[in-house]
T-cell receptor
Framework: AQSVTQPDIHITVSEGASLELRCNYS??????LFWYVQSPGQGLQLLLK??????LVQGIKGFEAEFKRSQSSFNLRKPSVHWSDAAEYFC????????????FGQGTELSVKP | DAGVIQSPRHEVTEMGQEVTLRCKPI?????LFWYRQTMMRGLELLIY????????DSGMPEDRFSAKMPNASFSTLKIQPSEPRDSAVYFC????????????FGEGSRLTVL
């Protein structure tokens, strides 16, 4: 079955520290891959996406993610976290081509310590 | 550029009342989606439209829920009669590509049914 797993429900990091949020998927082909961020009371905003090509993708707000086919993973990273990065982060996987469907992970809530 | 616009942002109603949520997608986007977000179930796709036609409504919980898209710039999600378990944040999203591609989300309508 197609699925997306974000193993960490909640992560706390210190401001200025590096961040890595994990995302694993189960799908028989290469999917479209996305990371979204949701601040409290807001909708989801796209951070970055992977469709094909270079497996290291750059996004907004200093985030990047790397697609690793062998590990079925698409982990999100940021070298230095800012307090404003505190939010919920969702990994999403598009399966079945453009006419398929988007599967969201359960989300990882990020807290940032001063 | 105007994003996806949803109204109302907050709705508090009593059980048994009719609720109508509204959405204006981004101009030029052929796909419109309604999602529901709860703590227990995360993000659930309720229904999506392509060129104003409902394509997949398998996520609509039950007959109390209905959605329409009378034209390319307007959609409604109606719950009649509402129940406390319908309390959630309802998101509208639009996309130029398809259900497995990048989605642009509105800020959501928070519904509380007492």
């Amino acid at each position: 079955a197609q699925s997306v797993t974000q193993p960490d429900i909640h992560i706390t990091v210190s401001e200025g520290a590096s961040l890595e949020l994990r995302c694993n998927y189960s799908y028989g082909a290469t999917p479209y891959l996305f990371w979204y961020v949701q601040s409290p009371g807001q909708g989801l905003q796209l951070l970055l996406k992977y469709f094909s090509g270079d497996t290291l993708v750059q996004g907004i707000k200093g985030f990047e993610a790397e697609f690793k086919r062998s590990q079925s993973s698409f982990n999100l990273r940021k070298p230095s976290v800012h307090w404003s990065d505190a939010a919920e982060y969702f990994c999403a996987v598009g399966v079945g081509g453009q006419g398929g469907k988007l599967i969201f992970g359960q989300g990882t809530e990020l807290s940032v310590k001063p | 550029d105007a994003g996806v616009i949803q109204s109302p942002r907050h709705e508090v109603t009593e059980m048994g009342q009719e609720v109508t949520l509204r959405c204006k997608p981004i101009s030029g986007h052929d796909y419109l989606f309604w999602y529901r977000q709860t703590m227990m179930r995360g993000l659930e796709l309720l229904i999506y439209f392509n060129n104003n036609v409902p394509i997949d409504d398998s996520g609509m919980p039950e007959d109390r829920f209905s959605a329409k898209m009378p034209n390319a710039s307007f959609s409604t999600l109606k719950i009649q009669p509402s129940e406390p378990r319908d309390s959630a944040v309802y998101f509208c999203a639009s996309s130029p590509l398809g259900p497995a591609g990048e989605l642009f989300f509105g800020e959501g309508s928070r519904l509380t049914v007492l």
